[in-house]
């Protein structure tokens, strides 16, 4: 067995004893993680833990405010002070704790404090502004980045790339409509057709002089492939958008407008995300609702409730914001836990869990009927606030929880599975895998146009989620039918040569691993198969010298990093799901389980500092706070019912949490 070296933070390697020496020490972790958990649940039923990001979310929050003249500067220096407080020793801002710096992350975070008054000869943004021009300066930004910088007069619309708003007259056949792009993005481009229409400029009282370079324009690519055709018809686009705005741009614009109010949540706001949210805001402005207007109002002040308070700031207060709010799927994961590590399935947790999560099941109508127009509405999303776009990754986890569950209303329990069941097997993909949100989105067409370099803007298939798709399916009983037989064989196909699987909502590989080798062996797939050994020898191949796994999110562009870096709880305990699938035991597993105990805190709970989401790959990273408990106490749970048959004790005691 090959043991990979693993840095801690301060760059040295720290091999650690493996031992588990009483089987008490297991049943202690366990009750004492059920202790955690339970003290965490809301009255309500619900988990919700921080989300984190990185600074873009707070430097365009403090824009947004200036542009719609609603600062509260108490509130503004908070998160100015929140933004000092992530700036890295050379100057720049990254994405992630431990990422090299991003560019347009610092340029944000410049922007953001030089509004909130800092001098532009202030040391701290004298680093920032050279670390910038040593990188190509601002003219090397992302297309977002210089929208915003646009709306405060910092850089020029001529300079953005467009969409034009007449594309909300594109039928859903035709190339480039709305529906092409994933969901996320589809709710960031309605908007973004408006105000880029509209170009309003709201100036501030600097310049970005300091970020700027002078160097002229990259070169077009070829007029033969995509991305050049698409660039020479932008400048097209641009010009056509700056003729008068004629009766049909008018009445397009209505159109993207009625769009967004249609979709707006109960919270306020759209989608439960943040870009669409503040996007949205801006298109509405533009469009002439007053911030006193109902849909507006509900905007703000539930945009308001995003924000997480830090009142002991080494500087004094600080706030930042969540990009997102997770309390679905937190609940359900936590609800797994609980379940995995032995906690009664009558617990009181266990049904105020399950009530509350029944009562979130979405009936409504969304976008993803485009595709599945007779499929009825049964699934889970993400958020409190998410009607329109339930996702098959949440409902596929949410069914795996609840299906565990002792409820006095067992047939209502019943129903409830069946039609989500029924939804998400509908959802399935023309090539066998299934995408988060919709089905069948994986036209490339709409990521060569300039306007979408920020990331994933289709929603394919991915492996994490075909894998958990599959893994419900089965355990429901469907690992015979012609969709679960089509998933696993996607699945099979869709593995990474050295024998994981790429995460596209985790970090990464160990993410994806870790979902598709417990699907496939439920799915009836032999441990011996050659491709569930393969994924065991990696995963063995990469396990650190402490017992636990890590992999830093720069794997998504640097297969240098993949499966390798800083053991964190959640991916160790990815790794240990995908062994205890395969039937894996011995010093392996036994290492990765004492590295989970011998780290857990008093309280039950663990540290992870280190981000382990993905948003979008390569660009954009989460940190749930809820996935240092929820998933160990899963690979602890599975562990113990594995030992208690007769590897460590005979006879399996339950474990109870307070």
């Given at each position: 067995?090959?043991?990979?070296?693993?840095?801690?933070?301060?760059?040295?390697?720290?091999?650690?004893?493996?031992?588990?020496?009483?089987?008490?020490?297991?049943?202690?972790?366990?009750?004492?993680?059920?202790?955690?958990?339970?003290?965490?649940?809301?009255?309500?039923?619900?988990?919700?833990?921080?989300?984190?990001?990185?600074?873009?979310?707070?430097?365009?929050?403090?824009?947004?405010?200036?542009?719609?003249?609603?600062?509260?500067?108490?509130?503004?220096?908070?998160?100015?002070?929140?933004?000092?407080?992530?700036?890295?020793?050379?100057?720049?801002?990254?994405?992630?704790?431990?990422?090299?710096?991003?560019?347009?992350?610092?340029?944000?975070?410049?922007?953001?404090?030089?509004?909130?008054?800092?001098?532009?000869?202030?040391?701290?943004?004298?680093?920032?502004?050279?670390?910038?021009?040593?990188?190509?300066?601002?003219?090397?930004?992302?297309?977002?980045?210089?929208?915003?910088?646009?709306?405060?007069?910092?850089?020029?619309?001529?300079?953005?790339?467009?969409?034009?708003?007449?594309?909300?007259?594109?039928?859903?056949?035709?190339?480039?409509?709305?529906?092409?792009?994933?969901?996320?993005?589809?709710?960031?481009?309605?908007?973004?057709?408006?105000?880029?229409?509209?170009?309003?400029?709201?100036?501030?009282?600097?310049?970005?002089?300091?970020?700027?370079?002078?160097?002229?324009?990259?070169?077009?690519?070829?007029?033969?492939?995509?991305?050049?055709?698409?660039?020479?018809?932008?400048?097209?686009?641009?010009?056509?958008?700056?003729?008068?705005?004629?009766?049909?741009?008018?009445?397009?614009?209505?159109?993207?407008?009625?769009?967004?109010?249609?979709?707006?949540?109960?919270?306020?706001?759209?989608?439960?995300?943040?870009?669409?949210?503040?996007?949205?805001?801006?298109?509405?402005?533009?469009?002439?609702?007053?911030?006193?207007?109902?849909?507006?109002?509900?905007?703000?002040?539930?945009?308001?409730?995003?924000?997480?308070?830090?009142?002991?700031?080494?500087?004094?207060?600080?706030?930042?914001?969540?990009?997102?709010?997770?309390?679905?799927?937190?609940?359900?994961?936590?609800?797994?836990?609980?379940?995995?590590?032995?906690?009664?399935?009558?617990?009181?947790?266990?049904?105020?869990?399950?009530?509350?999560?029944?009562?979130?099941?979405?009936?409504?109508?969304?976008?993803?009927?485009?595709?599945?127009?007779?499929?009825?509405?049964?699934?889970?999303?993400?958020?409190?606030?998410?009607?329109?776009?339930?996702?098959?990754?949440?409902?596929?986890?949410?069914?795996?929880?609840?299906?565990?569950?002792?409820?006095?209303?067992?047939?209502?329990?019943?129903?409830?599975?069946?039609?989500?069941?029924?939804?998400?097997?509908?959802?399935?993909?023309?090539?066998?895998?299934?995408?988060?949100?919709?089905?069948?989105?994986?036209?490339?067409?709409?990521?060569?146009?300039?306007?979408?370099?920020?990331?994933?803007?289709?929603?394919?298939?991915?492996?994490?989620?075909?894998?958990?798709?599959?893994?419900?399916?089965?355990?429901?009983?469907?690992?015979?039918?012609?969709?679960?037989?089509?998933?696993?064989?996607?699945?099979?196909?869709?593995?990474?040569?050295?024998?994981?699987?790429?995460?596209?909502?985790?970090?990464?590989?160990?993410?994806?691993?870790?979902?598709?080798?417990?699907?496939?062996?439920?799915?009836?797939?032999?441990?011996?198969?050659?491709?569930i050994r393969a994924a065991v020898a990696w995963l063995e191949e990469h396990q650190n010298v402490d017992g636990g796994w890590g992999e830093d999110l720069r794997s998504y562009h640097d297969k240098a990093w993949v499966g390798r870096g800083a053991s964190t709880p959640s991916q160790t305990a990815?790794?240990?799901?995908?062994?205890?699938?395969?039937?894996?035991?011995?010093?392996?597993?036994?290492?990765?389980?004492?590295?989970?105990?011998?780290?857990?805190?008093?309280?039950?709970?663990?540290?992870?500092?280190?981000?382990?989401?993905?948003?979008?790959?390569?660009?954009?990273?989460?940190?749930?706070?809820?996935?240092?408990?929820?998933?160990?106490?899963?690979?602890?749970?599975?562990?113990?019912?594995?030992?208690?048959?007769?590897?460590?004790?005979?006879?399996?005691?339950?474990?109870?949490?307070?």
């Amino acid at each position: 067995m090959t043991l990979q070296d693993n840095p801690t933070s301060s760059g040295q390697f720290q091999p650690v004893e493996w031992s588990l020496s009483d089987p008490s020490d297991l049943r202690a972790a366990l009750a004492a993680g059920i202790g955690h958990l339970k003290s965490r649940q809301h009255p309500d039923g619900w988990w919700k833990g921080e989300l984190a990001t990185n600074v873009t979310m707070d430097a365009e929050d403090m824009l947004l405010r200036h542009v719609l003249d609603i600062v509260v500067p108490e509130d503004q220096e908070r998160s100015a002070r929140w933004i000092r407080s992530q700036q890295r020793t050379d100057g720049s801002w990254g994405d992630f704790p431990g990422a090299p710096g991003t560019l347009s992350t610092t340029v944000e975070a410049w922007v953001a404090l030089r509004l909130a008054g800092d001098p532009e000869d202030a040391e701290h943004l004298a680093r920032a502004a050279s670390w910038v021009r040593a990188r190509g300066g601002l003219e090397k930004a992302r297309v977002f980045t210089h929208m915003w910088l646009s709306l405060v007069g910092l850089w020029s619309w001529d300079e953005c790339p467009t969409l034009p708003p007449e594309m909300m007259f594109l039928p859903k056949w035709a190339p480039l409509n709305i529906y092409q792009w994933g969901c996320w993005a589809r709710q960031t481009i309605v908007p973004l057709t408006i105000v880029s229409a509209k170009r309003p400029v709201v100036p501030v009282s600097f310049d970005a002089a300091p970020l700027l370079t002078g160097a002229k324009p990259a070169r077009f690519d070829p007029l033969w492939t995509i991305g050049g055709l698409f660039q020479r018809l932008d400048v097209g686009v641009r010009a056509f958008g700056k003729l008068p705005i004629n009766p049909v741009r008018r009445l397009a614009m209505r159109q993207a407008a009625e769009w967004i109010l249609a979709r707006q949540e109960a919270d306020g706001g759209w989608g439960g995300i943040q870009p669409p949210w503040v996007y949205s805001i801006l298109a509405l402005w533009q469009m002439g609702y007053s911030l006193d207007h109902p849909a507006m109002k509900a905007a703000v002040a539930g945009l308001d409730g995003f924000f997480v308070e830090l009142p002991d700031g080494p500087e004094g207060p600080m706030r930042w914001l969540e990009a997102c709010q997770s309390p679905v799927w937190d609940t359900g994961l936590a609800l797994a836990a609980l379940l995995e590590a032995g906690t009664p399935s009558d617990d009181p947790a266990v049904l105020r869990a399950a009530d509350w999560l029944l009562a979130e099941q979405v009936s409504a109508d969304g976008d993803w009927q485009v595709r599945r127009p007779d499929l009825p509405s049964a699934g889970w999303a993400f958020e409190f606030a998410n009607d329109v776009y339930p996702d098959t990754d949440d409902t596929a986890e949410m069914v795996l929880a609840l299906r565990g569950v002792t409820h006095p209303e067992p047939e209502r329990l019943r129903a409830a599975l069946d039609r989500a069941v029924a939804w998400t097997v509908g959802m399935q993909s023309r090539d066998g895998g299934w995408g988060a949100f919709d089905a069948d989105n994986d036209r490339q067409l709409p990521t060569k146009l300039p306007f979408c370099d920020f990331g994933n803007v289709i929603d394919p298939p991915s492996a994490d989620v075909t894998g958990h798709v599959v893994e419900m399916m089965a355990v429901e009983g469907l690992a015979d039918s012609p969709e679960c037989r089509r998933g696993v064989e996607w699945l099979l196909a869709n593995q990474e040569a050295d024998g994981s699987w790429f995460g596209r909502w985790g970090a990464n590989h160990l993410y994806g691993t870790g979902a598709v080798v417990p699907a496939l062996i439920e799915a009836g797939v032999p441990a011996d198969h050659l491709a569930i050994r393969a994924a065991v020898a990696w995963l063995e191949e990469h396990q650190n010298v402490d017992g636990g796994w890590g992999e830093d999110l720069r794997s998504y562009h640097d297969k240098a990093w993949v499966g390798r870096g800083a053991s964190t709880p959640s991916q160790t305990a990815w790794a240990l799901l995908a062994l205890l699938a395969a039937g894996e035991d011995g010093p392996l597993v036994e290492r990765g389980i004492a590295h989970l105990v011998a780290t857990q805190r008093a309280d039950g709970g663990w540290d992870e500092d280190l981000y382990t989401g993905t948003g979008f790959p390569g660009f954009f990273y989460i940190g749930y706070e809820m996935y240092r408990v929820v998933f160990p106490m899963w690979a602890l749970g599975r562990y113990a019912r594995r030992v208690s048959a007769g590897a460590i004790s005979t006879s399996p005691e339950p474990v109870e949490g307070p």
